[in-house]
């Protein structure tokens, strides 16, 4: 949600922030702006729109200036327009700063600096924190930005620049991700290391409530109360291939077809085949706390819920654990009734979706074990979670997630191995699992070769308004998945239902328009999702299956039908959901609609 760059060294500072903001356009991309210290002042272009557009603006102009500052917003307080894009700038235009996150204060603050005579353009909470600074500002950046930070509440990652300070750049965080990246006599500031892997991969992440001034030669970190920070710099775990489209048309197309890998690599060394169990380093020490747990509650949001509800039966099955799950937005408010005698695992990409992150520190404070479950190296939820484990799936640019979610299940599924091993499940049950994990990747590639099917397929969706996705037991979630990719990214209405639940309501909705996407796989329910493709069909609905491979029966009674490779049941999901990716995809390019950039989203949620 939103973006920020800095740079300071001895290169024109202009290209390197125009392109650390395209690498960050993924996190939002309705306005965008620049600042370039030019002393006595500060050179600065905004404009409402892509990348791109600002690009396109200043082409002609190419200001010289070595330090600089660049954002690009997802907006939250006041419309996408010029006025409110960032930076913003003090009264006298010396001071500018970008800022993601949320000033929650600053109405008041705002009334304060009005009667001391400051004046507003924009709409935005950011504007006040730079009017602030101004306030206290006497010569020295860093100090003006400590006192205002210290009257300030909410979330922020911020950069900070003074006219009569061009050597120096100020950033501070809480709440909102910030790191510093090493290079030769020049420092880069991003909110994601993918805007900093072309230069450097040797990084600062910087904590909450700390302050940096970073210069081209030297970083100084302090925290907000002025205590002295020694952190050592870490690799970022990802090169620059990785923030690549390498050949594909888009991120999305380019994360779905890396699924055969990013499973192995979530999976790599974390097998036991002898004793047919999973070993998951991050949480050594955490197993006895675990499985003594007298519930696991498992929160998240969005995709990464829907990984929750598959981990639900996962666990359940395998380990006997009550397991609970919960929307982060919905647990952190209600008041939960948690106590030490139950472990929470919250399940995130980013690692910065601020209801997962709140749920996190709300069960923390109630007693809970908190693990983690996220992509993002050394964000903030891997950081404030007693234990947990990385997915290893790799950057994922495109908005709409497919491979965290393959990966989340995969790592939800050793979790629940290990944990059913330690427990009830036989070394002949866990070898079964762990020999279908293994065959998964292959598996996943005969499904990708199907590709010409959905293709096909999706020239037919895309003339429709709406969808139903139905699944049940474990591809229940599946359907709810496949539904959610739609929305996002082709903006047709679709709703994902438990396949049962279809005549208690929205079977009044099917008619010869409505399409229904079902998973049909062979398994345990298999025979009840046949009578519901038949209610279906009865009402004439355009009936779209997904399922196993040499199916007989289905094919007779749904109009069109996609085949995966058997395996077993608990991993069905896995495959299943790799067809409804790619139909949501070229539904969405069949419609000509942004794929990797679509209206209204960002991909990552860091307010409420
Ligand atoms: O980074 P997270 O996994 O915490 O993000 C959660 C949701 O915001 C995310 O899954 C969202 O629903 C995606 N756009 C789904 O494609």
Not at 188 to 208: C, N, P, Q
Not at 229 to 245: C, G, M, N, Q, Y
Not at 385 to 410: M, N, R
Request: with cysteine; aromatic share 6%.
């Amino acid at each position: 949600m939103c973006g920020i760059v800095g740079y300071i060294g001895k290169r024109n500072a202009l290209p390197i922030l125009i392109n650390g903001l395209k690498r960050l356009e993924y996190r939002g991309y309705d306005s965008s702006g620049i600042a370039v210290l030019q002393p006595p002042d500060i050179w600065m272009r905004k404009r409402q729109g892509k990348i791109s557009q600002l690009e396109l603006e200043i082409e002609a102009e190419n200001p010289a200036g070595t330090t600089g500052i660049g954002h690009t917003r997802w907006a939250t307080h006041g419309a996408p327009t010029r006025e409110n894009a960032h930076p913003h700038f003090s009264c006298g235009n010396k001071i500018a700063i970008v800022h993601n996150g949320i000033i929650e204060n600053y109405s008041m603050l705002k009334d304060e600096l009005m009667a001391e005579g400051h004046l507003f353009i924009s709409q935005t909470d950011t504007e006040v924190l730079a009017h602030l600074i101004e306030y206290y500002y006497t010569g020295d950046l860093a100090a003006a930005v400590r006192t205002a930070l210290n009257r300030v509440e909410g979330t922020f990652g911020i950069l900070a620049v003074a006219a009569e300070e061009p050597d120096c750049i100020v950033a501070a965080r809480r709440g909102s991700p910030l790191l510093i990246g090493i290079g030769d006599d020049e420092t880069f500031m991003a909110s994601d290391g993918s805007a900093l892997v072309e230069h450097t991969r040797k990084v600062i992440y910087m904590e909450d409530d700390e302050m940096a001034v970073l210069g081209a030669e030297n970083v100084t970190i302090r925290t907000l109360q002025d205590a002295h920070v020694h952190r050592p710099a870490e690799e970022l775990p990802f090169r620059t291939s990785d923030i690549r489209k390498g050949g594909y048309p888009h991120f999305m197309l380019k994360e779905i077809f890396e699924q055969p890998d990013t499973m192995v690599d979530s999976m790599r060394g974390r097998l036991l085949i002898e004793e047919a169990t999973a070993k998951l380093g991050g949480l050594e020490g955490f197993w006895d706390a675990i499985r003594g747990s007298s519930r696991l509650i498992i929160t998240a949001c969005g995709t990464s819920w829907h990984a929750a509800l598959i981990g639900e039966y996962l666990i359940e099955n395998f380990a006997k654990i009550p397991v609970e799950v919960e929307y982060a937005s919905e647990f952190r408010y209600r008041d939960p009734i948690i106590s030490s005698k139950d472990t929470i695992l919250a399940i995130s990409q980013s690692g910065e979706t601020a209801d997962t992150l709140a749920a996190v520190r709300e069960a923390k404070r109630k007693g809970a074990l908190a693990l983690g479950l996220c992509n993002v190296v050394g964000s903030t939820i891997a950081r404030e979670t007693d234990a947990g484990v990385y997915l290893h799936a790799g950057p994922e640019i495109g908005v709409a997630s497919t491979k965290a979610f393959t990966s989340q299940v995969i790592v939800l599924t050793l979790i629940a191995l290990a944990l059913g091993r330690m427990k009830q499940l036989s070394a002949e049950e866990g070898a079964r699992i762990v020999n279908a994990l293994g065959s998964l990747p292959d598996l996943t590639r005969k499904v990708l070769a199907n590709v010409d099917v959905v293709k096909a397929l999706a020239k037919k969706m895309a003339v429709h308004n709406h969808a139903l996705y139905l699944g049940r037991g474990f591809n229940y979630p599946v359907a709810l998945e496949g539904a959610l990719k739609m929305k996002e990214i082709s903006y047709i209405h679709a709703e994902g239902y438990p396949a049962a639940e279809m005549k208690h309501g929205p079977i009044a909705l099917i008619d010869r328009k409505m399409p229904v996407v079902l998973v049909a796989v062979r398994d345990p329910v298999y025979e009840k999702v046949l009578s519901n493709i038949e209610e279906v069909k009865a009402r004439e609905g355009w009936v779209i299956a997904v399922v196993s491979e040499g199916d007989t029966m289905v094919k007779h009674l749904a109009d069109e039908i996609i085949e995966v490779p058997a395996i077993t049941q608990c991993l069905t999901p896995l495959l299943t959901v790799i067809p409804l990716q790619l139909l949501a995809y070229y539904t969405a390019v069949e419609k000509g609609c942004n794929v990797d950039q679509p209206r209204n989203l960002a991909k990552s949620v860091t307010v409420e």
